[in-house]
């Protein structure tokens, strides 16, 4: 017997990733997360948006004007990218020094500009300047593109410190905070790897024929789901960890229920 599925490997990644999403917020809202996750919350919510707005506006705006749309929410979505590392960094190191605090922020900034410096072309600072429509559209393109980069790099030396000093500084394991940057810091890894991967094979690839350029673009499709996977694996961890109280919170609730229950009676 032969099954016939009329969904491709791209469709059935984008609804399991919708759905995903939706039951994180639905976790984030039902186990009243979201006054302690305020800007994660608002990503996700974001996140969400941008993939349900993509399916209904596609074929149905210009090509020009769903392109700028998604522009200003891209580059909406660096900047939330950004409050919600300063959200987990200050709940992740909430007991560290001064020092630590500067040493820390000086580090995975360097890192991060570094990596960000020797990844990927940069236009020429002429084509940028915001002296006309076109290149303000430049500019913001730009801003998004390297800045979601950045956003990424940040969030992988943030996961790589919490892992190292989140525990001497009062977050340790199976607490929320250090398992949202674990989730978040993997989701950037897989992203950054499959850039740096394309640009490799983008780089080295000189086809000679339609058969490998159809092989390349496979490879690349591969990549991208390859991708998804790894973000819908990284959802399906937020949910499951966020559903469950912290080992602190189950212990003061069971002292409270305890020490209630011989005065109730």
């Known amino acids: 017997m032969h099954f016939n599925f009329a969904f491709t490997a791209v469709q059935v990644l984008w609804t399991l990733t919708l759905a995903a999403h939706l039951v994180l917020l639905v976790v984030l809202l039902g186990r009243d997360r979201i006054r302690r996750f305020r800007w994660f919350f608002t990503g996700i919510a974001l996140v969400t948006f941008r993939l349900i707005a993509s399916r209904l506006l596609f074929g149905r705006m210009p090509q020009l004007v769903l392109g700028e749309t ?4 891209g580059f909406i979505s660096v900047v939330v990218g950004l409050l919600v590392l300063v959200e987990l960094s200050r709940m992740t190191f909430r007991n560290a020094t001064p020092p630590a605090w500067g040493m820390g922020i000086t580090a995975s900034l360097t890192i991060s500009a570094l990596a960000l410096a020797v990844m990927g072309p940069w236009p020429a600072l002429v084509s940028i300047v915001p ?14 593109q390297k800045g ?7 969030s992988v030396c943030l996961g790589l410190l919490s892992v190292f000093f989140g525990r001497r500084c009062g977050t340790g394991w199976r607490l929320h905070p250090q398992l949202v940057i674990i989730g978040l810091s993997t989701a950037s890894l897989g992203q950054l790897a499959t850039q740096l991967i394309w640009q490799a094979i983008a780089k080295s690839a000189a086809p000679h024929s339609m058969a490998e350029y159809v092989h390349i673009m496979d490879l690349r499709e591969k990549l991208l789901n390859a991708n998804s996977v790894i973000y819908v694996v990284v959802l ?14 189950r212990l003061s609730t069971d002292e409270t229920t305890g020490s209630e229950g011989p005065a109730a009676a």
């Open 236 to 249: 399906i961890w937020w949910i499951l960890w966020l559903w469950f109280d912290e080992p602190g919170a």
């Open 148 to 154: 979601g980069i950045a956003v990424d790099l940040l």
């Open 70 to 73: 998604f522009l200003v929410l």
């Open 131 to 144: 002296n006309s429509l076109m290149n303000a559209v430049n500019l913001l393109q730009l801003l998004t």
